[in-house]
């Protein structure tokens, strides 16, 4: 993959500015799909942490998605031609609240594209660059990890995750169905099918159900903290998916604060861990 890499490499410095606003059906949603009992969004409400992942989404024409419901590679990332694709981390500074009813725009850097041979073949990592601003200034920093992978061979012994930590001081049981994972990809016009479809998810890809949204769980961490300490606004949040979760068995959500950092994790039905996060706080 050596000459192709190269020419993957070429998407380095590319940019991209999309508009949006930030209307209040996105947070509604997605407040009903978790179970929350949110007063509905007015004008001038602050959105969630993280919730900014509901605006700017892409919207291809169906026949610019590939088999796997995913936009057909090329355009803005590069066209890397290793079949599974995960949104493996970000590292997110919250500098200002998005409101309801604000124009926002968003400009993104491709920053890097790099390679390594993994246990279980090629690996292709591309590091992706975002500030979202409102009509005052910039609102949010965000750099996303894209990570890019072959198939597994036929009867490839899985990785052994890593355990979890078990020394959380708030936690909570997480049940996950069919009906979150899908109204999670609609909300966020993911069709990327490992989510929702079960045959094309086992048949195809070999996963044992269907596959929990990176995003989602880091949402779900997100608001375990929220719910815990209504108290304290984010500054900085860091995630890093370790291991997937399935919707075939339930997974916890479990955090610990000293002082003003959180660190916060999701464990898995085994007792490993699926992804790790750290938060910056401060008292409101």
Known sequence: MTAGFEELRQWVGRTETLADQVTSAPPRGLAAALDRDDPPPRAGDAIAPCWHWLYFL???????????GHLRRGGFLPPVPLPRRMWA???????????IGEAITRTSRIVDVSGKEGRS???????????????????????QDIVYRGMPAPGAAP?????APTNEAFRR????????????SALTFNGHRIHYDRS????????????VHGPLIATLL???????RPDLELR???????????????FTVCGRLDQDNASLWARGPQGELAMQATATVIHR
């Open 222 to 228: 997100l608001e375990l903290l929220r719910d815990e």
């Open 121 to 143: 073949g090629p690996l292709v990592f591309v590091r992706v660059h975002h500030e979202i601003s409102g009509p005052r200034s910039v609102a949010i920093r965000e750099e």
């Open 236 to 250: 900085h949040f860091e995630f890093r998916a370790m291991s997937p979760l399935f919707d075939i068995a339930a």
């Open 89 to 99: 981390g970000s590292r997110i500074e919250c500098i200002a609240p998005l409101r």
């Open 58 to 68: 892409p919207s291809p024409r169906r026949s610019e998605t590939g088999a796997d």
């Open 173 to 184: 049981e997480i049940v996950v169905d069919p009906v979150l994972l899908f109204r999670y």
């Open 159 to 163: 990785s052994v995750p890593s355990p």
């Open 200 to 211: 094309y998810a086992t048949g195809e890809e070999g996963y044992p159900g269907l596959v």
